[in-house]
């Protein structure tokens, strides 16, 4: 079984990777300037973090691998779900524009924030399969990241042209959990 959730953790990692570089739409400037700041300094935290929850994976002894790998299914399932719902079409975190296009087909129908659900799922699962505090941190820092990340998006869509139907979604939806009584607002 360990070996079963060394490898679905390296291909979590290289999903989000393959998205990052090929799923996720770019700035129609970013082609002359180069990725943004937010976009480079967000993937090489990632890849530092993958790289340390991979090794931890490989070197430390496997406390929870049941818990930790049913995590890794449930963010794949989770993320290429996203993937085929979305096609491509939304931009990619750290860019500083938002899509005008609110998505509430698939998992969106569900949670606001299906990609970073799943991101989150697989660095917390490789601190739930070792129980080692330091991938717990990496954890912690990556869904900090993520979470401003889908704030700034958040604030572009609610100040965009479907402002209202943003608004609207956003109570009846939750952010990366499903909300438990339909209809009924928990602030974020």
């Given at each position: 079984?360990s070996?079963?959730v060394?490898?679905?953790a390296?291909?979590?990692?290289?999903g989000?990777?393959?998205?990052?570089?090929?799923?996720?739409?770019?700035?129609?400037d970013?082609a002359h300037?180069?990725?943004?700041?937010?976009?480079?300094a967000?993937?090489?935290?990632?890849a530092?973090c993958?790289?340390?929850?991979?090794a931890?994976?490989?070197?430390?002894l496997?406390r929870?691998?049941?818990?930790?790998?049913?995590?890794?299914?449930c963010?794949?399932?989770?993320f290429?779900?996203a993937?085929?719902?979305?096609?491509?079409?939304?931009?990619?975190?750290g860019?500083?524009?938002?899509s005008?296009?609110?998505?509430?087909?698939?998992?969106?129908?569900?949670?606001r924030?299906?990609f970073?659900a799943?991101y989150?799922l697989?660095w917390?699962?490789?601190?739930?399969?070792?129980g080692?505090?330091?991938?717990?941190?990496?954890?912690v820092?990556?869904a900090?990241?993520?979470?401003r990340?889908a704030?700034e998006e958040e604030?572009?869509?609610?100040?965009?042209?479907?402002?209202?139907?943003?608004r609207?979604?956003?109570?009846r939806t939750?952010?990366y959990?499903?909300?438990i009584?339909?209809?009924?607002?928990?602030p974020?």
């Open positions: 079984m070996l079963l060394r490898c679905c390296v291909s979590c990692f290289l989000f990777a393959w998205g990052m570089g090929w799923h996720f739409r770019r700035r129609p970013a300037a180069g990725p943004p700041r937010a976009m480079l967000t993937a090489l935290v990632a530092l993958a790289a340390l929850q991979i931890a994976l490989l070197i430390r496997l929870f691998p049941a818990a930790a790998l049913s995590m890794y299914g963010s794949a399932a989770l290429w779900w993937v085929k719902v979305t096609r491509g079409q939304l931009a990619a975190c860019q500083g524009c938002v005008s296009r609110i998505v509430r087909g698939g998992p969106y129908r569900y949670i924030h299906p970073y799943a989150n697989t917390l699962g490789g601190f739930v399969a070792t080692w505090w330091p991938l717990a941190l990496t954890a820092l990556m900090a990241i993520y979470e990340f704030r604030r572009g869509l609610m100040a965009g042209p479907q402002g209202a139907a943003y609207e979604y956003r109570l939750g952010k959990w499903p909300r009584r339909a209809g009924r607002s928990i974020d």
